[in-house]
């Protein structure tokens, strides 16, 4: 499958949305005549109408080096897949898709952690994110990256990925011992359209799979939605066939007393604005839940936060190894 | 901006190679072709704070007379450790020791001390080089004849830069030690990243405006016409996203080190702008990172 899409007609949206959010920033009759200026349409979400909200569901927008970024994620796999050595790769499921790569440590019962792609539901593959996999292997975790259906091969619906993610999960822990993994510290990390997905992990009723309530033992989520209310009306319905039962079940900020572990969440300062709120408001909402919750922000877009997840002491990298309480070396 | 997007206008006279002064001062200009120069300036800030918060403020020195001949050492504490300085880059006018002390924790956590250089701004100099030169060897000197009041082994200095802070990391390696009083294999190998080599075409672009260069400063602080002083290996590197003369420098430079039979290594980083080259310095599972700290043999 391709990568995220990356289209001319985005390209095409990039240029007309920045010129029209000058022109409505200025608010100026004066202003320069720009080719793409528009009349802000009726308010669809919070102070958004839907061209804006659209905009701040596609994260090209916000990212114009999201290319370079997605060829040098590709690229760094690539290294640490020729330093690492190729993952073991299992199935946790019936279907084909229902495969996960295991990146092992070399110490004995270490800890896991179960990293969710993102993709905007839509595209990415296990192999292209393992690019934080040395981050754990050198500090003396597995580092476990699940495959999954997509949307459109699930017709539409998110509710197959949520299923799969979590029985990848309860597979995990089921089956750690024989990869050498310590089954009561499984963690769970996701980025993206993946932290939306490892989120709804954090709200399983683990009965169903077979697996404690406790399986998860701390979450990173980074750059996630936790309400699938604005994502529902923004152009992802398009391919997202939001149903009133999916958009609840799945909006993991309206489920959060079964949430019984630590999460950190974070966002780059130059995300698109949904982006920022969607982690900001639940954040705030885990907190006031009494939930024990950190909230890290830097100065990065969508696609560059993820690269900080590969640095030991990057803003993603030191807090889930602090959270797996490990070091760098291990 | 990309090569590809770049406007076309009418092709003025050749000025150096296949560029005009335009295509010239764009090639030396790095905000046209890494938009996000300031975003990654703030996120190094950011980091530089978050990592001084984890370590502690670092023991600043001064290294000379002057006011703003100090370096910052974060020190590890491991007892007689190898030693990395870095120095800094901004096109030789700004930025600050401070501001890069993201990369530190990498080094200081795999038992190196590691230090940044403060030094004047070419606007304090007259628009002069040389002095700027002068400072940084004197803080190596400096490096080598007090490393034992830190903890540090004076035997193993090693040495790394960014930008025009690579230009002056090659002055250092290609320096006349005698006339600082220490020996001349006082630096034991270098990373010089996305940095420069030959002033000339430097000269011919519109770095002109603030640098005052001189034929002296030129040919002098020119490390790719004094590689007979080279005595340490070296690592090379630029990023694939960086100007055209920031990549044909770093690579005509490490071809001229191993025409000239000294050791080099070059890194090229694909995908990589000029500033987020610097970045990978901090990250011990980078291109960057990884290279030095094996350099290092930590």
């Not at chain 2, 890194?267 to 990884?290: C, K, Q, R, T, W």
Request: glycine share 8%.
């Amino acid at each position: 499958m391709a990568m995220q899409d990356q289209s001319p007609t985005r390209r095409t949206v990039l240029s007309h949305a920045v010129a029209g959010a000058a022109v409505i920033a200025s608010g100026a009759a004066s202003a320069q005549p720009a080719p793409a200026a528009r009349v802000k349409g009726p308010l669809v979400w919070l102070d958004m109408d839907q061209q804006a909200l659209d905009d701040a569901y596609d994260q090209a927008v916000y990212a114009p080096n999201a290319p370079q970024l997605h060829k040098r994620r590709q690229d760094k796999c690539k290294e640490v897949r020729a330093r690492l050595g190729e993952p073991r790769r299992l199935a946790y499921g019936p279907t084909p898709v229902e495969m996960l790569d295991i990146y092992t440590t070399k110490k004995p019962n270490a800890p896991i952690n179960v990293f969710i792609h993102g993709g905007a539901w839509r595209a990415g593959e296990a192999w292209e994110f393992c690019d934080a996999a040395e981050l754990f292997v050198h500090a003396g975790a597995h580092f476990v990256v699940p495959d999954f259906i997509d949307v459109i091969a699930a017709g539409g619906s998110l509710m197959p990925m949520a299923e799969q993610v979590r029985r990848a999960v309860a597979w995990v822990h089921k089956n750690a011992a024989s990869f050498g993994g310590d089954p009561s510290r499984i963690f769970i990390s996701g980025r993206s359209s993946g932290a939306h997905l490892a989120g709804t992990t954090l709200i399983a009723d683990w009965k169903e799979f077979g697996a404690p309530a406790d399986v998860i033992k701390g979450a990173l989520l980074s750059s996630g939605m936790y309400d699938l209310k604005p994502v529902r009306l923004s152009k992802r319905g398009a391919y997202v066939k939001f149903t009133d039962a999916m958009e609840d079940a799945l909006s993991t900020q309206r489920h959060l007393t079964r949430i019984n572990c630590p999460v950190i969440v974070a966002h780059g300062t130059y995300e698109t604005p949904e982006f920022q709120r969607q982690t900001r408001d639940f954040a705030a909402a885990l907190k006031a839940a009494g939930k024990p919750v950190t909230l890290l922000t830097g100065h990065y877009n969508h696609f560059e936060m993820p690269e900080t997840l590969q640095n030991p002491y990057g803003l993603l990298g030191r807090a889930v190894l602090e959270q797996m309480k490990l070091t760098a070396q291990g | 901006m990309n090569q590809a997007a770049k406007v076309q206008d009418a092709k003025g006279p050749l000025v150096w190679l296949d560029m005009d002064q335009k295509a010239l001062d764009d090639a030396y200009d790095q905000l046209v072709y890494a938009p996000n120069r300031d975003q990654v300036h703030k996120r190094n800030m950011f980091n530089s704070d978050r990592v001084r918060a984890r370590l502690g403020a670092p023991k600043r020195v001064a290294y000379g007379p002057t006011a703003m001949e100090q370096l910052d050492i974060f020190a590890t504490t491991k007892p007689n450790a190898p030693i990395n300085v870095f120095i800094h880059g901004g096109a030789w006018r700004t930025r600050a020791a401070k501001d890069y002390a993201f990369m530190a924790e990498a080094y200081v956590r795999a038992g190196a001390h590691w230090i940044a250089l403060d030094f004047d701004g070419v606007e304090n100099t007259k628009g002069d080089l040389l002095p700027m030169a002068d400072q940084v060897r004197r803080a190596v000197a400096w490096v080598y004849n007090n490393a034992k009041s830190f903890g540090g082994d004076p035997n193993r200095i090693h040495v790394s830069g960014q930008s025009s802070g690579a230009h002056l990391a090659g002055c250092v390696v290609t320096t006349d030690w005698k006339d600082y009083g220490v020996p001349s294999d006082i630096v034991k190998g270098a990373l010089l990243c996305s940095g420069m080599y030959d002033l000339k075409p430097v000269r011919l672009s519109k770095r002109s405006d603030y640098v005052a260069f001189t034929d002296e400063s030129e040919e002098k602080l020119s490390s790719q016409r004094r590689l007979d002083r080279l005595n340490c290996p070296l690592i090379v590197s630029y990023g694939t996203f960086e100007t055209p003369e920031f990549q044909r420098q770093n690579r005509e430079f490490a071809e001229a080190v191993k025409q000239a039979g000294k050791p080099v290594t070059l890194l090229v980083g694909d995908g990589y702008n000029h500033f987020e080259m610097a970045e990978m310095i901090g990250n011990p599972l980078s291109l960057l990172g990884a290279a030095m700290l094996e350099q290092m043999k930590l």
